[in-house]
């Protein structure tokens, strides 16, 4: 039911454009558009934007440190753990966003980071002030709110941005996995249009993440050496039902 409602906000957020707090009009991202420079504060204190990033496909979404829903929140920063492993030396960046900035500072996000094994260079735990997170949220169509001090109800999402600093996609949920997460990343990159293979390297991650090997980058060599023991196990298999009739 609680996710029926937060669905219903979402699809009103999108047709309004965003709401931020104070009832100003915030438009929402259509792929294609340039995501403003909005201030952040990373983990370690320094100021940035998601601008500055730019040459790097992101991956970016929203958490709060407080959140306690362990199908919310604690699983989408697991996910992104399990996302940084997988990266290697592909220009992929993740960002996470706090929606509690009054009690995320940066050394809450920096206690947070060190639960989940954040690798600062290619990961980054974000907040800033109020405004400009509910500015940020907005743009990509993310809506919560606060329902009692401490609980915040919100919506979730992987939001894609380009190297050219452009938003790519938006994959509102949580229901991604980190394999798709990186794939979704890496599909941004100019390179991605030139790989058949995007797809299918996506999917059999998916499933190895799912089985449990979730540290398993599938790269190009991997996805063809299994799709040739999966084409010899069916000509096995093909071979003996055809002598056997």
């Known amino acids: 039911m609680i996710r029926l409602l937060i669905a219903l906000v979402v699809l009103m957020t999108g047709a309004m454009g965003g709401a931020g707090a104070a009832g100003r009009f915030i438009p929402l991202l259509q792929p294609g558009d340039a995501v403003p420079p909005i201030p952040l504060v990373a983990q ?10 730019r040459g790097n496909a992101l991956a970016v979404s929203f ?4 959140c306690r829903d362990p199908r919310m929140c604690p ?11 997988t990266i290697g030396a592909a220009p992929i ?14 050394a809450v996000l920096t206690r947070y980071g060190r639960v989940f094994g954040q690798d600062p260079r290619r990961w980054t735990l974000a907040t800033g002030s109020a405004a400009d997170l509910d500015e940020m949220a907005g743009r990509f169509g993310i809506a919560s709110e606060v329902t009692v001090p401490g609980t915040i109800v919100h919506t979730e999402a992987a939001v894609i ?19 798709e997460l990186v794939e979704f990343a890496r599909a941004a990159l100019p390179a991605a249009s030139n790989d058949p293979l995007l797809g299918l390297r996506a999917f059999l991650a998916t499933v190895a993440e799912r089985c449990g090997a979730g540290g398993l980058a599938v790269g190009g060599p991997a996805v063809l050496g299994i799709l040739a023991l999966a084409l010899a ?13």
């Open 63 to 66: 958490i709060y440190t407080r």
């Open 161 to 179: 941005i380009g190297p050219d600093g452009r938003l790519a996609r938006i994959v509102y949920g949580n229901d991604w996995s980190a394999a």
């Open 233 to 245: 196990i069916s000509g096995a298999a093909f071979w003996r039902a055809f002598r056997s009739g």
């Open 44 to 53: 370690d204190g320094h100021r940035f934007a998601l601008s500055d990033l």
């Open 75 to 85: 699983l989408v920063s697991a996910k992104f753990a399990r996302a940084q492993s």
């Open 93 to 106: 960046r993740l960002v996470v966003l706090t929606l509690d900035t009054s009690f995320d500072t940066p």
